[in-house]
């Protein structure tokens, strides 16, 4: 474990990454399911052991056709917005101009700040992390037909740590699939397991990183031996299904995405939920916090 020094006082770092120059993969020291099933939780035992064990939990058809419906407009809405903004929570496609993520939608008024605080899926989220709960991160990614790019293999916990300062392992993000999911247009892949793993990745983290690995992550990404040796242990999983559909996973579940050349676009919504008792410190890479768009710290 290394010791970073702060303003305020010495703090450990348990899950030190981008400070060597050799990759290794590090037991993890936070536990997965923080609360306990009562009988007001919506997520049986048996739910809640899957997922402690996996790292994910797939929900079919979780929001209603109508719900989806007032969703997708408002995504559309924001990107044809987006096209001709130059706001910093509007992301671009490497080499190109396609909106590719929208940050922060949950500040905006209307379906994704009802999302944010929708009574259903706060109830499944404050029972798996134990506590009452702030968004983190809001986002969509877009994902057209024929042109989406891929999002590479990582664990978000690895750049929330170092990058945003979060301490410990007690967030998750939950995909709401606007569109029906395939196995063949990009859908969100996860490794079963990986997030008992930490994986501490190689090379210092450049200033101002955020402005390019949010289009095309180079830092923070695992290495392919290690990466090798989780998929060998566990497989890979790609949760598909109905539009409506949620796929709720730990901070620490290694994922990503292929890129989309069928004609079956895949957007996605993201809401990230941390634990009002995990708030983020100084950044462990010691470089300046995030914009707060990207890391909520208020």
Known sequence: MSIIQ???AKRVDLYPSRINDKPSILERKDPVVHGEHTKDSLLSREQLDFYEKNGYLFLESFFNEEEVAVLSAEANR???AGKKSSADEIIREPNGNEV???FAIHREKGAFEDISMHARLLNIVENILGSSVYVHQSRI?????FTGKEFYWHSD???WHVEDGMPRMRALSCSIALEENYHYNGPLMVVPGSHKKF???VGQTPDDHYKESLRKQEYGVPDHNSLT???EEAGIEAPTGKAGSIVIFDCNTMHGSNS???PKSRNNVFMVFNSVENKLQEPFSGKKPRPEYIGTRE
Do not use: Y
């Not at 990614?141 to 037909?145: A, H, I, R, Y």
């Open 6 to 8: 702060t303003s305020d």
């Open 78 to 80: 924001l990107k044809e």
């Open 100 to 102: 590719r993520s929208i």
């Open 141 to 145: 990614n877009f994902k057209p037909g």
């Open 157 to 159: 916990f690895e750049t």
């Open 199 to 201: 994986i501490s990745c």
């Open 229 to 231: 040796q989780m998929v």
């Open 260 to 262: 989309n050349i069928t």
